[in-house]
C-alpha cells in the first residue's frame, strides 16, 4: 500500500539532504563547498534551511570543526542507507543475472508453438536459469497485439502481421507447411501427388472456425477442392487422428520432426504452392530497456533459429 503523503515532501529539497551527509562527512563548510562544487555561501545557506526544517541547530563550531549534534547523527544514519539505495535506483542501469536471479516471464503463443518450442527452451533455461519461471498463456494471430497491450503477456511468438504503434516486432525465420499422414492409414507416395491429397480426408486448424484456408485458395485457382472431415482451433489432438483414421493434416514444418518420432507420421511437401509464414518476436516498446526481458528475447532467438525447437 502507498502511504506516501505527497505534501510532506513539499518542503524537501533533495540537494539539503545531500549537503547534511558531506558535511557530516567533511565536518568543514569550506570543505563541503569544495565536495560539492558550490560556493561557501550556497553552503551556509544550505545549512540555514536545514535548520529550520529540522528544527535543531544540527552542526556546531569547534576546535576539531563543525560537530554535529544528536540529530544530526541520527538523521545521517537513517538517511544514509535510503541515500545510497537511491543512488543505485536512479543512475545504475539495471541489470539481470540468469544465474542467481528469480524472475517469470509471461508469454504467449500458440500450441503448436509451444510443443515445437518450450521442452528444448525450458529444458536449457533449468539448467542455467534455476531461478526462472516460464508462464505460458495460449495465444494465436488475433490475440497477441491485444494481450501485448494490456499487459497480459510480456512477449508473444507471433504470425500475425500487424505491429501497431508502440509495439516491437523481429522476425525470427520463415516456415513451411507439410503435410502428414500415418502408413498405417493411409499408403501413399512422397511427396504426395496432387491427386493422393485431394483425394483424402482433411483435419484443419482455424483459430476462428473457418472451414477454409489457403490450400484451400490454391486448390480452387485449380479447380480442385479438398474434404475437410474436422475443424479445430488446436495443433495437440491431430496426431493422435491420424493415428487412428486415413486422414491429413498440413502443419507448420516445426512439428514434423517430433510428430514423426513420436507417432510415426509420414510427412510430405504440400502439393500446392502456399507461400512461407514468417514467425516473429512481439513486445512492447516500454519493455525495451528491461534487461531480463532482452535474456528472454535471446534464448528464444537461439531457439527459433535453429531447425527445430527440441
Same mark, same amino acid.
Given at each position: 500500500?502507498?502511504?506516501?503523503?505527497?505534501?510532506?515532501?513539499?518542503?524537501?529539497?533533495?540537494n539539503l539532504l545531500t549537503v547534511l551527509l558531506v558535511l557530516h562527512r567533511e565536518g568543514s563548510v569550506s570543505r563541503t563547498a569544495d565536495k560539492l562544487h558550490l560556493g561557501q555561501p550556497a553552503v551556509s545557506g544550505a545549512l540555514s534551511r536545514l535548520r529550520e526544517m529540522f528544527n535543531d541547530p544540527l552542526f556546531?563550531?569547534? !576546535?576539531?570543526?563543525?560537530?554535529?549534534?544528536?540529530?544530526?547523527?541520527?538523521?545521517?544514519?537513517?538517511?544514509?542507507?535510503?541515500?545510497?539505495?537511491?543512488? %543505485?535506483?536512479?543512475?545504475?542501469?539495471?541489470?539481470?543475472?540468469?544465474?542467481?536471479?528469480?524472475?517469470?516471464?509471461? @508469454?504467449?503463443?500458440?500450441?503448436?508453438?509451444?510443443?515445437?518450442? @518450450?521442452?528444448?527452451?525450458?529444458?536449457?533455461?533449468?539448467?542455467?536459469?534455476?531461478?526462472?519461471?516460464?508462464?505460458?498463456?495460449?495465444?494465436?494471430?488475433? %490475440?497477441?497485439?491485444?494481450?501485448?497491450?494490456?499487459? /497480459?503477456?510480456?512477449?508473444?511468438?507471433?504470425?500475425?502481421?500487424?505491429?501497431?504503434?508502440?509495439?516491437?516486432?523481429?522476425?525470427?525465420?520463415?516456415?513451411?507447411?507439410?503435410?502428414?499422414?500415418?502408413?498405417?492409414?493411409? !499408403?501413399?507416395?512422397? &511427396?504426395?501427388?496432387?491427386?493422393?491429397?485431394?483425394? !483424402?480426408? $482433411?483435419?484443419?486448424?482455424?483459430?476462428?472456425? !473457418?472451414? $477454409?484456408? /489457403?490450400?484451400?485458395?490454391?486448390?480452387?485457382? %485449380?479447380?480442385?477442392?479438398?474434404?475437410?472431415?474436422?475443424?479445430? &482451433?488446436?495443433?495437440?489432438?491431430?496426431? +493422435? @487422428?491420424?493415428?487412428? @483414421?486415413?486422414?491429413?493434416?498440413?502443419?507448420?514444418?516445426?512439428?514434423?520432426?517430433?510428430? /514423426?518420432?513420436?507417432?510415426?507420421?509420414?510427412?510430405?511437401?504440400?502439393?500446392?504452392?502456399?507461400?512461407?509464414?514468417?514467425?516473429? +518476436?512481439?513486445? $512492447? /516498446?516500454?519493455?525495451?530497456?528491461?534487461?531480463?526481458l532482452h535474456w528472454l528475447l535471446a534464448q528464444l532467438r537461439s531457439r527459433m533459429s535453429q531447425g527445430t525447437g527440441q
Amino acid at each position: 500500500m502507498n502511504n506516501i503523503r505527497e505534501s510532506d515532501f513539499s518542503r524537501v529539497d533533495l540537494n539539503l539532504l545531500t549537503v547534511l551527509l558531506v558535511l557530516h562527512r567533511e565536518g568543514s563548510v569550506s570543505r563541503t563547498a569544495d565536495k560539492l562544487h558550490l560556493g561557501q555561501p550556497a553552503v551556509s545557506g544550505a545549512l540555514s534551511r536545514l535548520r529550520e526544517m529540522f528544527n535543531d541547530p544540527l552542526f556546531v563550531r569547534s !576546535a576539531q570543526g563543525m560537530i554535529a549534534t544528536p540529530r544530526a547523527e541520527s538523521l545521517v544514519a537513517a538517511l544514509l542507507p535510503m541515500m545510497e539505495q537511491m543512488q %543505485q535506483v536512479l543512475f545504475q542501469p539495471p541489470r539481470f543475472s540468469p544465474a542467481t536471479d528469480s524472475h517469470t516471464f509471461r @508469454m504467449g503463443m500458440s500450441d503448436w508453438v509451444e510443443s515445437w518450442l @518450450m521442452p528444448g527452451l525450458l529444458a536449457r533455461t533449468a539448467r542455467e536459469a534455476p531461478g526462472i519461471t516460464l508462464q505460458v498463456s495460449a495465444s494465436d494471430p488475433f %490475440q497477441d497485439v491485444l494481450s501485448i497491450q494490456q499487459d /497480459k503477456i510480456e512477449v508473444a511468438i507471433s504470425v500475425a502481421e500487424e505491429t501497431p504503434a508502440g509495439l516491437i516486432r523481429e522476425n525470427i525465420r520463415q516456415m513451411r507447411f507439410c503435410t502428414l499422414w500415418h502408413p498405417r492409414q493411409l !499408403a501413399l507416395s512422397t &511427396p504426395i501427388t496432387l491427386d493422393e491429397f485431394v483425394a !483424402a480426408d $482433411h483435419v484443419l486448424v482455424s483459430y476462428r472456425g !473457418a472451414s $477454409h484456408s /489457403k490450400v484451400d485458395e490454391q486448390l480452387a485457382l %485449380q479447380r480442385r477442392s479438398r474434404r475437410i472431415r474436422y475443424v479445430t &482451433p488446436h495443433f495437440s489432438s491431430l496426431p +493422435l @487422428m491420424l493415428e487412428q @483414421m486415413p486422414l491429413l493434416a498440413t502443419v507448420p514444418e516445426g512439428l514434423a520432426a517430433s510428430w /514423426k518420432e513420436h507417432y510415426g507420421l509420414i510427412s510430405s511437401q504440400v502439393p500446392v504452392s502456399i507461400t512461407p509464414f514468417r514467425l516473429s +518476436l512481439l513486445w $512492447h /516498446k516500454r519493455r525495451d530497456n528491461d534487461p531480463a526481458l532482452h535474456w528472454l528475447l535471446a534464448q528464444l532467438r537461439s531457439r527459433m533459429s535453429q531447425g527445430t525447437g527440441q
